[in-house]
């Protein structure tokens, strides 16, 4: 029997058809579909600009470079994320730090921030940038981090890889009323895909132009971003930074589109799943996913966490035992710092206690919209087995 995948895309024919269509068109890349994938988007989220890049990795890359993170810059965000989110600060060769988590939501705990910034304000190390992590689809607190970032004067990156569909106080997550930018990722396991890509969204005309030029080798063919040169020197672009090509292909873009018509099909099915789960698993000795009344979750996962003092098995035991089940759960997160190449930069075990905790107890179940039913019993049933219950 195969496995029950954590996540995992769901593809219709018309998502075929779309694709196809674009491969017998005239432009595989560079036509008229990306800029159509990035209007979808971004009419969606009401959003002024969008950026459309082959992963949410490289937009959080040219979102940090538009902000101008550089050398001697610091940038913060969650242990409890993946690590492209630190990772992309270091590419700018700044320095990444750590908040704590919050013990209800997961998510950067506002009040350690609020801690942590005052202590850096007194030693002159104050953040350039914040990028909090929508963790499993779940908003932050983006109003008191807004407030905060007003009053230390950083700007905000807002990692939404897991929470396009979401909402927060009513609004769609990826809007930036309180953020300068938004990312989100369109890996095949996340809420809508287009095989691999990703998409930087923000209301400032000046960072949308300067991503797109980093997205692009830092070329520019618009005139009025141009170096004047001599008048009888053909000029059809210039290259005025150091970009890259982080390009989305019109194919990739094509899926997009057709995967944005069901968004919010996808979502709700991932609500209906949520809740079904919050049922089927209350009352054994684990915590399921508390949820702030002021958002609407994308649910890109469903973490459990274990109470490992109400059972005789370990956190691995557990983990293992599903495996072998058949449930192909996962960890969302080993803490960012505890990875090999961060604890070499110096970040010691301990260092956000909350987080480590969080690591030791927590196991991630599948959800998608096309689990049934039936593989959802499947799965409380093998938690079941694995707890010895
Ligand atoms: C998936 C993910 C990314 C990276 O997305 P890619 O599109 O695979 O580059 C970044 N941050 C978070 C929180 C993610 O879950």
């Not at 873009?253 to 089927?280: P, T, W």
């Not at 035992?321 to 996962?330: A, D, M, P």
């Amino acid at each position: 029997m195969p496995m029950i995948p954590y996540g995992r895309q769901d593809i219709s024919q018309a998502d075929i058809d779309a694709v196809v269509e674009v491969m017998r068109s005239d432009f595989l890349t560079q036509g008229p579909t990306v800029p159509a994938f990035e209007k979808a988007v971004a009419t969606y989220c009401g959003t002024q600009h969008a950026v459309a890049v082959n992963s949410a990795t490289s937009a959080l890359h040219i979102a940090c470079l538009a902000l101008g993170v550089g050398k001697g810059d610091i940038v913060w965000t969650t242990p409890i994320t993946f690590v492209a989110s630190a990772n992309c600060a270091l590419y700018c060769g700044a320095v990444v730090d750590f908040v704590d988590i919050d013990p209800s939501t997961y998510n950067l705990s506002v009040e350690c921030l609020a801690e942590k910034l005052a202590i850096a304000e007194k030693r002159g190390s104050l953040p350039k940038v914040l990028i909090p992590v929508h963790l499993c689809g779940q908003s932050c607190d983006m109003e008191s981090i807004h407030a905060l970032s007003q009053q230390y004067g950083f700007k905000i990156i807002e990692d939404a890889s897991h929470a396009i569909g979401g909402r927060y106080k009513g609004e769609p997550v990826g809007n930036c009323r309180y953020s300068d930018i938004t990312v989100f990722s369109f890996h095949p396991v996340k809420i809508i895909t287009t095989g691999e890509g990703g998409m930087a969204l923000t209301n400032d005309p000046e960072l949308a132009s300067r991503m797109q030029r980093y997205r692009s080798h830092g070329i520019t063919s618009t005139p009025d971003e141009m170096v004047a040169r001599p008048d009888n020197e053909i000029w059809n672009y210039q290259q005025i930074t150091l970009g890259y090509n982080y390009r989305m292909t019109d194919i990739h873009a094509a899926l997009g589109i057709s995967q944005m018509q069901r968004i919010d099909e996808f979502v709700s099915k991932r609500h209906a799943i949520a809740e079904r789960y919050n049922e089927l698993l209350a009352g054994l000795p684990l915590t399921t996913p508390w949820q702030h009344p002021y958002g609407y979750s994308g649910w890109h996962l469903y973490v459990i966490r274990l109470k490992l003092d109400e059972i005789r098995k370990t956190h691995k035991d557990v983990y293992e035992s599903l495996r072998k089940q058949g449930i192909g759960v996962n960890l969302h997160y080993i803490p960012v710092y505890r990875q090999p190449f961060y604890e070499k930069m110096g970040f010691k075990v301990g260092y956000c206690a909350e987080a480590e905790q969080y690591f030791q107890e927590v196991v991630s179940i599948p959800v998608y919209p096309g689990l049934t039913i039936e593989l959802q019993g499947q799965v409380v049933e093998a938690i079941r087995k694995a707890l010895e219950i």
